[in-house]
């Protein structure tokens, strides 16, 4: 190994961290030069013979060498000393997050420390405030060889660091370790978990609608109405079942599929009133008579006749036809054939034999509802209590008796009164 240069070796000197270095040839002579002075030797009398001096007390411990007074000495022939051992310092890559963005990933911050000298708290100190986080945080950290994967070890405490620090000075004394070496530190903390919106599946009711539609569906598929409505002794729409499936849904007390809620329907709120004050004049009049009266469409028939009047030529005439119209009218609404009950129950038994209409046909005849025109006066309530009917069967019951009690005698009567009526209006 070759020399250190003396510069080096002076430096290190100085400040103690080598030997002293060996004099040069230079210093050798100059020291000499100042030894002989001291001493006297340069004076050119010194070989004469003259009276000794008398030496100075600070040279009496100091005999004049033996030796010429400019004879060099020889060479120094000690060993050289060994080079002082020079002390490596660990500086550590540490890779840090960043801050979060508004994507929620932070760049990675890259900082380097001396693990020698560094202290625990002041290393997990300029970590934190790289990440600009608070101390309460928790911290942990993987070797660059770790996986992605990899379980992250803890960095909390003192200890954690200074074991940490082992073991990165150990792969940087390594000389295997071909890679670069840094540390990772990840944060631990789990972040704020952010309110989750619910999903389709979470707020819809699938399965409630499901078991509904189960508890609601018609065992006879004759009586099934379609995919729109749903049957269970009485029909269900499907807005309806809607609107028992959510409440369902949300577990309010009091409602199932025996007692479904009331809606109100803003498309039907008009025919619905129109209905309620049906029921309640009808209930009114039932109340207030025991007398069943049918005025078979007596009404509209009248209407006609007024409407067709107008056409007549002399007021005379229009008022004589008017009356007598109006009279026959009343005739032949009397002497218009009235359909049996039986009739209607047979041909509602044929169109739907399950629903067995024809056990409710005694019971109607002992409530006075001999013929179809006395259906019309009952509401709903009366058949279900009274007759015992089932709910699902009163509507499709109360339609086809209307129709019988319409059909066929408005027809003859309104013929006959188109005759007598042209006849009456013919010119002379």
């Given at each position: 190994?070759?020399?250190?240069?003396r510069?080096?070796?002076?430096?290190?000197?100085?400040?103690?961290?080598?030997?002293?270095?060996p004099p040069?040839n230079?210093?050798i002579?100059?020291?000499?030069?100042?030894y002989?002075?001291?001493?006297?030797?340069?004076?050119?009398?010194?070989?004469?013979n003259?009276?000794?001096?008398?030496?100075?007390p600070?040279?009496?411990?100091?005999?004049?060498?033996l030796?010429?007074?400019?004879?060099?000495?020889?060479?120094?022939?000690?060993?050289?000393?060994?080079?002082?051992?020079?002390?490596?310092?660990?500086?550590?890559d540490v890779?840090?997050?960043?801050?979060?963005?508004?994507?929620?990933?932070?760049?990675?911050?890259?900082?380097?420390?001396?693990?020698d000298?560094?202290l625990?708290q002041?290393?997990?100190?300029r970590?934190c405030?790289?990440?600009?986080?608070?101390?309460?945080?928790k911290?942990g950290?993987?070797s660059?060889?770790?996986g992605?994967r990899?379980e992250?070890n803890r960095l909390?405490?003192?200890?954690?660091?200074?074991?940490?620090?082992?073991?990165?000075?150990t792969l940087?004394?390594?000389?295997?370790?071909?890679?670069?070496?840094?540390?990772?530190?990840?944060n631990?903390?789990?972040p704020?978990?952010?309110?989750?919106?619910?999903?389709?599946?979470?707020?819809t009711?699938?399965e409630?609608?499901?078991?509904?539609?189960q508890?609601?569906?018609?065992?006879?598929?004759?009586?099934h109405?379609?995919?729109?409505i749903?049957?269970?002794?009485?029909?269900?729409?499907?807005r309806?079942?809607?609107?028992?499936?959510?409440?369902?849904?949300d577990k309010?007390?009091?409602?199932?599929?025996n007692?479904?809620?009331?809606?109100?329907?803003?498309?039907?709120?008009?025919q619905?009133?129109?209905?309620?004050?049906?029921?309640?004049?009808?209930?009114?009049?039932?109340?207030?008579s025991?007398?069943?009266?049918?005025?078979g469409?007596?009404?509209?028939?009248?209407?006609?006749?007024?409407?067709?009047?107008?056409?007549?030529i002399g007021?005379?005439?229009g008022v004589?036809?008017?009356k007598?119209?109006?009279?026959?009218?009343?005739?032949?609404?009397?002497?218009?054939?009235?359909?049996?009950?039986?009739?209607?129950?047979?041909?509602?038994?044929r169109?739907?034999?399950?629903?067995?209409?024809?056990?409710?046909?005694a019971?109607?005849?002992?409530?006075?509802?001999?013929?179809?025109n006395?259906i019309?006066?009952?509401?709903?309530?009366?058949?279900?209590?009274?007759?015992?009917?089932?709910p699902?069967?009163i509507?499709?019951?109360m339609?086809?008796?209307?129709?019988?009690g319409?059909?066929?005698?408005?027809?003859r009567?309104?013929?006959a009164?188109?005759?007598?009526?042209?006849?009456?209006?013919?010119p002379?």
């Open positions: 190994m070759p020399p250190r240069p510069n080096n070796a002076v430096s290190q000197y100085l400040l103690g961290l080598g030997p002293q270095p040069t230079q210093e002579a100059v020291a000499q030069m100042q002989n002075l001291d001493h006297d030797f340069v004076n050119p009398h010194f070989d004469q003259h009276p000794a001096y008398a030496a100075h600070a040279y009496a411990a100091h005999p004049a060498p030796q010429p007074p400019f004879a060099l000495p020889p060479p120094y022939q000690g060993q050289q000393p060994a080079p002082a051992a020079t002390v490596k310092s660990h500086v550590l890779r840090v997050p960043g801050p979060a963005t508004k994507d929620g990933v932070g760049a990675v911050i890259s900082i380097r420390v001396n693990i000298s560094l625990p002041d290393f997990l100190a970590v405030a790289n990440m600009e986080v608070t101390a309460e945080v911290l950290w993987k660059c060889d770790a992605k990899a992250a909390e405490t003192d200890d954690d660091v200074r074991q940490a620090f082992n073991e990165f000075i940087l004394d390594s000389t295997r370790h071909s890679k670069a070496v840094y540390m990772i530190i990840v631990l903390t789990k704020e978990e952010k309110k989750a919106t619910p999903k389709n599946s979470e707020t009711c699938t409630e609608f499901r078991k509904l539609k508890a609601l569906q018609c065992a006879n598929a004759k009586h109405r379609g995919r729109e749903w049957c269970f002794v009485r029909l269900v729409l499907l309806t079942m809607t609107d028992l499936n959510h409440t369902q849904h309010e007390p009091g409602v199932d599929e007692n479904p809620p009331k809606v109100l329907q803003i498309d039907t709120l008009v619905s009133a129109k209905e309620r004050e049906e029921r309640s004049t009808r209930r009114a009049k039932a109340a207030s025991s007398v069943q009266v049918n005025l469409g007596l009404v509209g028939e009248v209407a006609e006749l007024l409407k067709e009047s107008r056409n007549v007021e005379g005439s004589r036809s008017h007598r119209a109006a009279s026959e009218l009343s005739d032949t609404d009397d002497d218009a054939e009235a359909v049996p009950i039986a009739e209607v129950v047979d041909s509602l038994h169109r739907m034999p399950d629903l067995q209409y024809k056990q409710y046909e019971k109607l005849q002992n409530k006075g509802i001999a013929y179809a006395a019309g006066q009952f509401d709903r309530v009366f058949y279900e209590h009274e007759v015992g009917m089932l699902g069967s509507g499709e019951f339609r086809v008796s209307k129709r019988y319409k059909g066929k005698n408005k027809k009567v309104r013929v009164n188109d005759d007598e009526a042209n006849k009456e209006n013919r002379i």
